[in-house]
Structure formats: C-alpha cells, structure tokens
C-alpha cells in the first residue's frame, strides 16, 4: 500500500507540471485505499496523463533541440538554417491567391525523395519541412519523415488539413514529425479559398486530442480575405484548444507586399497579442508590410533558406523560382556562400516570412552585393 504522499513518480510528475491533475489526485487518495490513483484507474496511467507528459516530453526536447541549432547558426554561415522539399505539387484543393499548386503532377519518387533528404543533411541542414501541393498526397510521405529524423534534421509539415484523420495523426506521431502548421484563411469558405474554420475544425481536434507534434496554426489578413475579423476567431480558437497562432499577411502573385487597410492592421495588432514566443514568432518584418513600408534587411535565400522543388532545383523561394536553378545534388557549400553575399532586388518588399526568419540570425553581418541579373527580371515563376 502507498501512504498519502507517496505518489508514483508518474503522478508525482504531472503533479508538478499539471496543478489540476495535481488537485484531483489529492482528492481521490486515501490511505490505504490502494494503489496511486494512476495504477487504480484502468489499471494504469489515466490516458490524459500520459498524452500530457508525452507532449511535455516532446516540447522539451523539441525546444532543447531548436537551441542547439540557434548556437550554430551563431557559430556558423555556412549550412541552410531552413529547406522546405515539395514532394508532391499536386493540391486537393485550389486557392485563388495561392500559385504553388497544380491539380495532375505525379508524386515524387520516394528514393529520389530519400536522396534530397540526404543532400541537405551533408549540407548540414537544421530543420527540413515538407510542403506542396500537398504533401499528405504523398503515398510515402511517413517515410520521408522517417528519413529526415533519421538523419537528425529538425523535421516540420505544411498542410491544408483536409486529410488529417486520428489514424493518420498517429502515423504522423510514430514517424516523428516534430511540428505542422496549417493555415486557416477564413471562417467559411468561399470563392477565394476553402481552408475554413467551418471545414477544418473537427481537423483541429482531432489534432488537439491524438498529435504529440506541436501545432501552429496560421491565420491571414490582406489579399482578398474578405472579412478580416475572421482571423481573430482563428486565433482565438487555436489557442482554446492549446495550439500557437500567427498571422500572416498573404502577399501578392509575386510574394511582394501588399499593404493592409485600416480594419486589416487593427486585426492585425490584436493577433499579435495571441502569439507567444517562439522561433516562427519572429516577424517583426510585417510591422512594415501591414503598413505598407519597405524592409531594410539582408535576404539569405539560397543560403540559410533554400526551396527546393519538385524537380530537385534549389530556388530563392516559393515565389521566386527559377534562380538559382541548381539542382540540389550539385549545390555545394560554394553556391551556399556565394549566395549568402548575394543581394535579393526583391528583398524590399518581400512577405515570405520563413526566409525573413531565418536571415535574422545573420543581420549584423556579411554585407552583401548586387548579382547581374538577366534582362527581364530577377527570376520568372513558371
């Protein structure tokens, strides 16, 4: 039999990280009653225990991860900070505003996927995220995962959420994804886009309830959003049920910027307030967007940030493909530095906020200069 105060180590532990679970054990106890409350219930831990202390787990060693990757990328310029891979273009759906989708390409190859996945890790990669399209299209998509964790890379997923099921949750779980962020345009679809609170809310709980994986949830303002109120109910409904929340300002064909109206940067102020601190927090960058500035800062596309496309080219990013235009086997630590130097002309205006975070680790230093660039333009969108 257990005294009163000899609770497992189980339960001695979400006592202490949990003062609800804490209070009820204390109630339900009773010497020599029995067994702890967690041996008495089923027979073992409650479910909800061990959910909560594996997902405690899992953020510590996903935030204990993410600082050993801040040190070096402190250290060092010379390996990507952040790779996004598109396994598959296709999409299941077809937003208006969004110019990274077709409705027929083929999904990539697993081992050529496999062979990616390699090259960016003797790049020394940090984090890789799959994308699309969509990637949850990808019949492989859990061995990816597998792959990326196998090599020690951060691993991240970009979804619409449409086919997320408590099945599929749980594979995404045992592969080891490590975080998934699925942007919400609105509350109920319409004619712009279907990636609705309406339509995907259900997606939210089941992630709330199966995912040991952090969640973000992604909310928009500006681009033809036609009720900008509507990211608020996003917000606030991903924090209810124990996600993060950022808001992003949705950019023009081209990713440049497009600046808010007053009713879009009052939403916008009062999203900001919903966010907590984090690494994908950092965008101070879209104070300037919201109103319509320019940013004076140094793009390191190519270098701390690559996207790398269906095709197995190296790009700027999603919205400025074309250039370099290597393909990722042949990409060197050479291109990483000469890229790393090389300014952006369209960096000013740019909204892609993940090359706006990664490129803040490397503000203060390595001026850079301006690269010839062909008659017409930086780089054409196919």
């Known amino acids: 039999m257990l005294g009163r105060d000899k609770v497992c180590a189980e339960c001695r532990l979400a006592c202490l990280t949990r003062r609800s679970a804490h209070d009820y054990r204390r109630r339900m106890f009773r010497r020599g009653s029995g067994p702890c409350l967690c041996a008495r219930i089923n027979g073992s831990m409650m479910p909800g225990t061990k959910k909560s202390l594996r997902r405690r787990f899992s953020g510590v060693h996903r935030r204990l991860r993410g600082a050993k990757e801040v040190v070096r990328a402190l250290l060092s310029t010379d390996h990507p900070l952040l790779a996004h891979i598109i396994p598959i273009r296709r999409c299941n759906l077809a937003c208006k505003y969004c110019n990274e989708f077709d409705d027929r390409s083929k999904a990539v190859p697993s081992a050529e996927m496999f062979r990616r996945v390699d090259k960016l890790a003797e790049l020394g990669t940090a984090v890789i995220t799959i994308s699309g399209g969509e990637p949850l299209l990808h019949p492989d998509l859990d061995l990816i995962i597998r792959r990326i964790r196998h090599q020690g890379v951060i691993t991240g997923l970009i979804t619409n959420g449409y086919l997320l099921t408590a099945e599929r949750i749980q594979r995404l779980n045992k592969a080891g994804l490590e975080w998934l962020q699925i942007s919400i345009d609105n509350v109920m679809p319409d004619e ?7 339509v995907l809310d259900r997606k939210l709980e089941l992630l709330a309830e199966h995912a040991y994986f952090h969640v973000n949830i992604n909310s928009v303002v500006g681009g033809g959003v036609k009720n900008p109120q509507d990211a608020l109910v996003i ?7 124990g996600f993060s929340s950022t ?22 102020q009062a999203m900001k307030s919903l966010e907590k601190r984090s690494f994908t927090r950092i965008n101070q960058f879209q104070e300037n967007i919201a109103r319509g500035r320019p940013n004076d800062w140094k793009c390191r596309a190519g270098a701390r940030y690559l996207y790398i496309c269906e095709d197995g080219l190296v790009h700027y990013c999603s919205q400025q493909r074309g250039y370099p235009a290597i393909p990722l086997e042949n990409y060197t630590i050479d291109h990483i530095r000469r890229e790393y130097v090389t300014e952006k ?16 680790f490397d503000r203060w230093r390595a001026p850079q200069r301006r690269a010839p660039t062909a008659a017409g333009g930086l780089v054409e969108i196919d």
Do not use: F, M, W
């Open 235 to 241: 917000g606030r409904r991903a924090v209810e049920l």
């Open 345 to 360: 002309s369209c960096a000013p205006h740019c909204t892609v906020s993940c090359v706006h975070q990664v490129s803040i």
């Open 192 to 198: 712009i886009s279907k990636k609705s609170l309406k």
């Open 247 to 268: 808001v992003g300002i949705i950019h023009d064909g081209g990713g440049q910027l497009q600046p808010l109206n007053e009713e879009e940067r009052q939403v916008y």
